[in-house]
């Protein structure tokens, strides 16, 4: 899927969401559909299912997630069912990340967290699109409170993986931006924008998300909406994204 098919958005509404207490587990579970390129034909439509826990311990938390995947293909009439060219859906490619605190947010101090992710590329190709490239990356993560607003970004560096044609070790800076506000007690909305550095085979990859979320108690229900502007990245990806804490 594209960069992180749902993994823009663990920056993005990470940032914008409450701190959870440490010494717990959070389950999120993701559903997205997208269309665009990564050698599909236009307009037939990828779907993803991502499933993430993440451990929350004193100084420290780590998470691991895995999507599952389905392509639709067209026939005759112009129905769409899974699509029966290669596999049929299959596992994504597993996730991992450890993210450090450095400095807790406050209303007059930007927080920063040390952030480490690291992408398998073992999943196989469904319906004979290849899953996207592994890959490790660190990042400095940093969140801003400004009132009823909250300022969030990133900036790190990513070790290409293994696509063809492109030499493993090859690095590439990335980054994003973005601000969210707290509507109500319960309602937050926010924007951000992602960004990596162009690779030998691929375009530099910007995209724009949008989010809206609620939270109900220890549930939270997220809603996203993506636009890619590079050739080899899905055009638009949209989902929900259902979260809670133990």
């Keep these: 899927m594209r960069k992180a098919t749902v993994l823009a958005l663990l920056a993005g509404l990470a940032a914008g969401a409450q701190a959870a207490p440490e010494g717990g587990v959070d389950v999120r579970v993701a559903d997205e559909v997208s269309t665009g390129s990564f050698a599909k034909p236009s307009g037939v439509p990828m779907h993803q299912t991502t499933v993430r826990l993440r451990y929350r311990a004193e100084g420290w938390n780590a998470q691991a997630e895995l999507p599952w995947r389905r392509l639709a293909g067209t026939q005759p009439g112009g129905l769409t069912s899974l699509a029966d060219a290669g596999p049929g859906p299959g596992r994504g490619d597993l996730r991992l990340k450890v993210a450090v605190p450095l400095r ?3 209303g007059d101090a930007t927080g920063f967290d040390l952030v480490m992710r ?3 590329g073992h999943a196989p190709a469904v319906a004979g699109v290849a899953a996207s490239d592994a890959g490790q ?3 400095l993560e940093m969140q801003r409170p400004l009132g009823t607003w909250s300022a969030f970004g990133h900036v790190g ?9 492109e030499s493993a070790g090859r690095h590439a800076w990335e980054g994003e931006i973005g601000a969210s506000r707290l509507l109500t007690g319960r309602l937050e909305a926010g924007a951000f924008l992602d960004l990596r550095q162009r690779m030998p085979t691929s375009d530099a990859r910007p995209e724009a998300s949008l989010f809206a979320g609620v939270r109900e108690g220890d549930w939270r229900w997220d809603f996203f909406l993506s636009r890619a502007f590079a050739r080899d990245r899905n055009d638009v990806s949209a989902g929900l994204v259902l979260r809670t804490a133990f």
């Excluded at 560096?157 to 044609?165: E, Q």
Aim: hydrophobic residues 40%; without cysteine; proline residues 6%.
């Design 104 to 106: 807790a947010a406050t």
């Design 118 to 120: 690291v992408k398998t």
């Design 137 to 139: 990356s660190m990042h």
């Design 157 to 165: 560096i990513r070790r290409a993986g293994t696509l063809p044609g």
